[in-house]
């Protein structure tokens, strides 16, 4: 038997600057929660796997956050660190929906 998804608001698309985050936290789930300069959402966990920094504290350019602790840079789009550091985070599906912010467990 398959999982059940969640969708759930956690913002208006008009509340949302460009190119800054949002913590978001769904249950047990602290999510950082992107607007990208092109428009598109990205929901990524909220702790660098080096030291545990606060991505939403980072600073966004393109699709990545660079990690305000160690400048780890980390894609929003698959949550890959991006060489020579190593490492992930999970990503989390995000839904656009009559100007609201969805995402989706």
Known sequence: MGKTLQKIKVSKVNEM?????????????????FHLANGEFRAIENRCPHKGGVLVEGIVSGD?????????????????????????????????EDGNVYIVL
């Open 17 to 33: 600057p460009k190119n800054l985050g949002k913590t978001v936290t769904i249950g047990s789930h602290e999510i950082a929660l």
């Open 64 to 96: 990545h956050v660079f990690c305000p602790m160690h400048d780890w840079k980390i894609s929003v789009k698959n949550g890959e660190v991006q060489k020579p550091d190593n490492g992930c985070v999970k990503t989390f599906n995000v839904e656009i």
